[in-house]
Structure formats: C-alpha cells, structure tokens
C-alpha cells in the first residue's frame, strides 16, 4: 500500500466512508456531496454498545458508566458511587478485518450527598498493520497507526434537577508516516443534564430528562510542519422521557440531534480563479479553532439549505425490565451530502448483581455500506456492589 492511500485513509477517514456510501446511488446529485473533514475522526465514533443499540445516542438516557462520551454531566446523577467499564468495537469489518476501537472510562462520586464525582477514560483506535511497499510493489516494512486520546472529568449536581460538568482531553496521533510527525492536540467538553420527575393522572411516576455536550473544543491537530486539521468539535443535544409501566417494566423514547461546530472546507465556484480558490483555502487553513466554530453555523458553500443538512439526528428506545434484562432499537440520519450515514441498530444487555454485559449490532440501510454487520461490545462493573458482595 502506498503511502498517499495510507494518508488518505488516516486524515480523510471520514470523506472515504462518504465516497463509499455515494456510490450507492443515493445523492441525486453527487456534485453536492461535501462532508465535514477533520483530523482525528474516530473520536466521533460511539464506543460503547448501550448507546450504539439506540442509534448513537446518549446525551439525555439515564446515567450509565459510559456517560463520558456522550455527556458527563450525568455522572452525579449515577446511584451507585463507583464504576468501570470496558467496551471493544471491531471497525468496517467488511472491508478489513483488524481495525478496531477500545474504550475504557470510569467514574467516583464523593463529596457531601454524593453531589460531586470525577471520570476519566481512555480510547485507544487502532488502524491494523499496513504492509509499505515501494514503486514496484516489493514489501519494505509495515506499520500500525493508531489514534487515542485520554480525558478526565468533574461533574456536580447544581440544583436537586440540574448537574454540569466539565472534561480535558490529550488527543494523540501517530500515522506512522517517513513524511508526517505524530500530532497531538488539547480539547475540553462543557455539558449539562437537566432531569426531573413528571406525575401522570394514573399516578405513575414518569422521568424527563435533556441534555447538552459540547465536546472536543480544542487545538487544531498537525501532523507536518506547515499544516494543520481541526478535531472533530460536535454539538450534541437531547431528549429522554422514561414511562414505567409497573414496578418491573418500563420503557425510555430517547432523541438526539447533532451539529459539527467545524467549518466547512471550500468548494471551487464554476468559472473562479485558481488563484482566488487558493487564498479562500488559505483562510480556511489559517482560521482559529474558536473561530471556527462560531463560523461553522453559517459558512456553508448552498447557505441555509446546506447548513441544515449538517444536522444529524438519532432516534432510539430501550425496554427494561426488572432493571435485569434489556432491549433496544434505534435509527441514526445523516443528509446524503454530509456522509449519508443511514443506518439502523438493535441491541441488549444483561445486568446481574456486579456487572452488565451489553452488545449491540448496526443494520445498514444501504447496500455495500462498509459500516455494515458492525459489533460492539461493553462489559460493566459496580464497584460498590463488588465491595458490599466480598463484604459480607
């Protein structure tokens, strides 16, 4: 493999998967197509299989261990005091077979009333080994790129309703080129859960709950002298409502939405000057993170038209019964022209005593999508129900 197709699948990670769903003949028109790039695309990816079995969502279902990625706010509201889990995602399987993320996080309430708690986790995406060839196609060595990143967090409760939080991230690039250095960049994500009970005319106690995570608001990241790429700064916000039918059954109808806060590349206008297209390249090079995010809400090349349709959404539910056994099903959208990521997902988990197994699976929507038959796996432990087992 050349290293121009190993560039290309590294820092174009995210304009490829939307190149390989163009293809299925869903743009109307394929002139239009232009995703949202950026370096270090994996940190976009949902790692854990609660999340993943409802669409890709989370910024506003019940707290889980897994809260870090998708809105750490919800840690103080998490009932036991401590947990850890461990997720594993085995990546485009159906076009390699040894890409694949792991996901680690954890978190620890403390403080009066439990009102405080402090997270971290680490995510580690590897690229498989890739065989370096030279011009005439003789085997020269091989090398494993990889990307991760490593945060920790502090969330508190505000009110009895309202918790925020605050994360910083290291994020560290290594593509294990002769022509590029690692990159590495700093990013920091600000949320808040808001959560309250809602008494039905039947008595029923039901939960509504919205939440808010602005994540990966950072440095740019550069992998050579002289270049740049900004990380993936995502604006997610969300709904949840939680209806329990009795003491044993309830379910949840959750819904989120999704908006790249990272400004769109510039498209060539029919008939402009090489020169004039550089400069407008120039300035999107040269634009500051901060900038860039305020810009990214109205820079689109086709104006308001195109700027709605880099707003994603997900829609998932999650039958539970008994807090014991668990079942989900969701969609995830994304317009044809930003990726056409068009996809369904089911998914399950097992809760006994000190640890919670889940998994989840993805159905495409659309022929040869390489995101297609993707698995995901998390293992769960409660900490505090390990300590009062060996307790007694």
Same mark, same amino acid.
């Given at each position: 493999?050349? $290293?121009?197709?190993?560039?290309?699948?590294?820092?174009?990670?995210?304009?490829?998967?939307?190149?390989?769903?163009?293809? /299925?003949?869903?743009?109307?028109?394929?002139?239009?197509?232009? =995703? #949202?790039?950026?370096?270090?695309?994996?940190?976009?990816?949902?790692?854990?299989?609660?999340?993943?079995?409802?669409? *890709?969502?989370?910024?506003?279902?019940?707290? &889980?261990?897994?809260?870090? +990625?998708?809105? =750490?706010?919800?840690?103080? %509201?998490?009932?036991?005091?401590? @947990?850890?889990?461990?997720? +594993?995602?085995?990546?485009?399987?159906?076009?390699?077979?040894?890409?694949?993320?792991? !996901?680690?996080?954890?978190?620890?309430?403390?403080?009066? @009333? *439990?009102?405080?708690?402090?997270?971290?986790?680490?995510?580690?995406?590897?690229?498989?080994?890739?065989?370096?060839?030279?011009?005439?196609?003789?085997?020269?060595? &091989?090398?494993?790129?990889? /990307?991760?990143?490593?945060?920790?967090?502090?969330?508190?409760?505000?009110?009895?309703?309202?918790?925020?939080?605050?994360?910083?991230?290291? #994020?560290?690039?290594?593509?294990?080129?002769?022509?590029?250095?690692?990159?590495?960049?700093?990013?920091?994500?600000?949320?808040?859960? +808001?959560?309250?009970?809602?008494?039905?005319?039947?008595?029923?106690?039901?939960?509504?709950?919205?939440?808010?995570?602005?994540?990966? #608001?950072?440095?740019?990241?550069?992998?050579?002298?002289?270049?740049?790429?900004?990380?993936?700064?995502?604006?997610?916000?969300?709904?949840?409502?939680?209806? =329990?039918?009795?003491? !044993?059954?309830?379910?949840? %109808?959750?819904?989120?939405?999704?908006?790249?806060?990272?400004?769109?590349?510039?498209?060539?206008?029919?008939? /402009?000057? *090489?020169? *004039?297209?550089?400069?407008?390249?120039?300035?999107?090079?040269?634009?500051?993170?901060?900038?860039?995010?305020?810009?990214?809400?109205? &820079?689109?090349?086709?104006?308001?038209?195109?700027?709605?349709?880099?707003?994603?959404?997900?829609?998932?539910?999650?039958?539970?019964?008994?807090?014991?056994?668990?079942?989900?099903?969701?969609?995830?959208?994304?317009?044809?022209?930003?990726?056409? $990521?068009?996809?369904?997902?089911?998914?399950?988990?097992?809760?006994?005593?000190?640890?919670?197994?889940?998994?989840?699976?993805?159905?495409?929507?659309?022929?040869?999508?390489?995101?297609?038959?993707?698995?995901?796996?998390?293992?769960?432990?409660?900490?505090?129900?390990?300590?009062?087992?060996?307790? $007694?």
């Amino acid at each position: 493999m050349k $290293r121009k197709l190993l560039l290309a699948l590294t820092l174009g990670f995210v304009s490829i998967v939307s190149t390989a769903y163009s293809q /299925e003949g869903d743009l109307t028109e394929k002139s239009l197509l232009n =995703p #949202i790039v950026t370096g270090v695309p994996s940190l976009t990816i949902a790692p854990d299989a609660r999340g993943g079995g409802m669409g *890709d969502i989370g910024a506003a279902t019940s707290p &889980d261990v897994n809260s870090q +990625y998708w809105n =750490p706010a919800k840690y103080a %509201f998490m009932k036991s005091g401590v @947990g850890v889990s461990l997720s +594993y995602t085995p990546w485009l399987r159906k076009l390699v077979n040894d890409i694949s993320l792991s !996901y680690l996080s954890g978190y620890y309430k403390f403080g009066e @009333g *439990d009102m405080q708690a402090v997270s971290a986790s680490l995510r580690y995406f590897s690229l498989g080994r890739i065989d370096i060839t030279d011009e005439g196609g003789i085997p020269l060595y &091989d090398i494993a790129p990889y /990307e991760m990143s490593v945060d920790f967090g502090y969330s508190r409760k505000l009110s009895e309703k309202f918790s925020g939080s605050v994360v910083m991230r290291l #994020i560290y690039s290594d593509m294990q080129v002769e022509e590029l250095s690692a990159g590495t960049a700093f990013a920091a994500d600000i949320a808040g859960y +808001y959560t309250t009970p809602i008494t039905l005319d039947n008595g029923i106690e039901s939960t509504l709950s919205i939440g808010l995570n602005a994540s990966n #608001i950072g440095t740019k990241i550069s992998y050579a002298d002289g270049t740049s790429n900004f990380i993936p700064t995502n604006l997610r916000i969300g709904g949840s409502y939680n209806y =329990p039918f009795d003491s !044993y059954n309830a379910v949840s %109808f959750n819904f989120d939405v999704n908006k790249y806060m990272v400004p769109t590349r510039p498209m060539q206008n029919d008939g /402009e000057d *090489d020169a *004039d297209f550089q400069l407008r390249i120039d300035d999107y090079n040269n634009m500051s993170p901060i900038k860039g995010i305020f810009s990214s809400f109205s &820079d689109a090349p086709n104006g308001m038209k195109e700027e709605l349709q880099e707003i994603g959404w997900s829609a998932g539910a999650e039958y539970n019964y008994n807090n014991q056994f668990f079942a989900r099903g969701g969609y995830f959208y994304e317009h044809p022209n930003k990726g056409n $990521r068009k996809y369904y997902s089911l998914g399950a988990g097992f809760k006994m005593n000190v640890f919670k197994l889940d998994v989840s699976y993805l159905i495409s929507t659309a022929q040869s999508n390489p995101l297609d038959q993707t698995l995901r796996f998390s293992l769960s432990f409660d900490l505090d129900g390990l300590r009062s087992l060996t307790a $007694r």
